[in-house]
T-cell receptor
Framework: QQQVKQSPQSLIVQKGGISIINCAYE??????FPWYQQFPGKGPALLIA?????SEKKEGRFTISFNKSAKQFSLHIMDSQPGDSATYFC????????????FGSGTQLTVLP | NAGVTQTPKFRILKIGQSMTLQCTQD?????MYWYRQDPGMGLKLIYY???????DKGEVPNGYNVSRSTTEDFPLRLELAAPSQTSVYFC?????????FGQGTRLTVV
């Protein structure tokens, strides 16, 4: 059972555009929602994260929007740059667990120059 | 402070061989994990540990074993390698600020 669904699978954006990646979860016990960025040959790197007590979190060009009632959250990359080209994973974890992450299937983002 | 360190970075195994993937962290984290990543898929949890001497199965534990004799080290053991274990393996550890991953081990079973 896939508990975190991520879309789209791939995304192509022009430089300067906005990249939007969406995730939906099923488990209402999840209480922490991070996004990871992964470059080829590297491990996932924590990009930004949100807890469900806020609806939005912004760090530089990266923003997470969170809709608790819909059980959805999304990553917005403003002014997308070619250096943002990477695979992005959403994830979720719950307070009662050993903090293990459940991952979405990933989105391969390509930002054209 | 090197974070999470995995060795080796690459390995080719023959079917039926065994090997240990090493993982060590120098941040005194209690929670550690092993994930595998297959092409086009997210990461799947193999095993995890909440502290020295405590381990538990994740989503895909079959064919693997782990041990956690110290806080720093969390090795993953493959006893009888199978082609289905061809994957990229990531070790990770967690603190309040989040979960941090090693650079991965790319394993090919032929």
């Amino acid at each position: 059972q896939q508990q975190v669904k991520q879309s789209p699978q791939s995304l192509i954006v022009q430089k300067g555009g906005i990249s939007i990646i969406n995730c939906a979860y099923e488990n209402t016990a999840f209480d922490y929602f991070p996004w990871y960025q992964q470059f080829p040959g590297k491990g996932p790197a924590l990009l930004i994260a949100i807890r469900p007590d806020v609806s939005e979190k912004k760090e530089g060009r990266f923003t997470i929007s969170f809709n608790k009632s819909a059980k959805q959250f999304s990553l917005h990359i403003m002014d997308s740059q070619p250096g943002d080209s990477a695979t992005y994973f959403c994830a979720a974890t719950g307070s009662g667990s050993a903090r293990q992450l459940t991952f979405g299937s990933g989105t391969q983002l390509t930002v054209l120059p | 402070n090197a974070g999470v360190t995995q060795t080796p970075k690459f390995r080719i195994l023959k079917i039926g061989q065994s090997m240990t993937l090493q993982c060590t962290q120098d941040m005194n984290h209690n929670y550690m994990y092993w994930y595998r990543q297959d092409p086009g898929m997210g990461l799947k949890l193999i095993y995890y540990s909440v502290g020295a001497g405590i381990t538990d199965k994740g989503e895909v534990p079959n064919g693997y074993n782990v041990s956690r004799s110290t806080t720093e080290d969390f090795p993953l053991r493959l006893e009888l390698a199978a082609p289905s274990q061809t994957s990229v393996y990531f070790c990770a550890s967690t603190v309040r600020q989040g979960t941090f991953f090693g650079q991965g081990t790319r394993l090919t079973v032929v």
